[in-house]
């Protein structure tokens, strides 16, 4: 089966560079713009989804809904099956702030993590208000577990999950099979709106990477994305 493991859109905390974590922020008209021509894009292709995941928090669910094309119909619940270890990272006090002032202050963890996801992590495992990377790759892995690893799925399925920045590079630690913390951010944070791609191979047990970082709306609107990370 094929998995593709997508960013969000945009929301008016990018545009600020504010940390949105729990916080449950919409997309803006870019972010809704972005999803809409990649959904556009995908169908194009020919690539339709047997199932989709999605985090809880608006922007990853509308997200899902523009780029799947699935929506709720006659009151009925949306094909779209919701799965709270999908939502993001848990900043706690952190959230909220601007990015580029929390690079400095020594009195948060955010400091770190970017440059030192390791020591991002040593810092908030006894936090009581701030998720650690760890917390967050043991529920993303978790999540893969038991709704990819320990289901049966057809050969050629292909499954949609909706997700976010820090969370998507969690499911990606657990399918490179590494809890290597040092090399958490590997390739680099997805572009709002981006795509990592990876074949799961049932009979083996095993998973390959095949595209990470691939975006599918216009180039025009690449100029309109912040790069926080």
Known sequence: MIIYILRHGTTEWNR????QGATDIMLDSTGREMAYQTGKKIAELGINFNKVYSSPLKRAYETAELVSGIKNKDGEESGIIVDSRLRELCFGRQEGQKV????YDVSVPFRYFKSAPDKYDELTEND???ESLTALCRR????LAENIENVKHGSEDNILISGHGALNKALL???RGTD??????????QPNCGIDIARYDEVSGRYEIIAENKTFYDSNLKDRITQLL
């Open 140 to 143: 993303a892995g978790e999540f």
């Open 16 to 19: 600020e560079h504010r940390i």
């Open 180 to 189: 290597n913390m040092p090399d958490f951010w590997g390739s680099g944070l």
């Open 128 to 130: 009581d208000d701030i």
């Open 100 to 103: 580029e002032g929390m690079m």
């Open 173 to 175: 630690m657990h399918i």
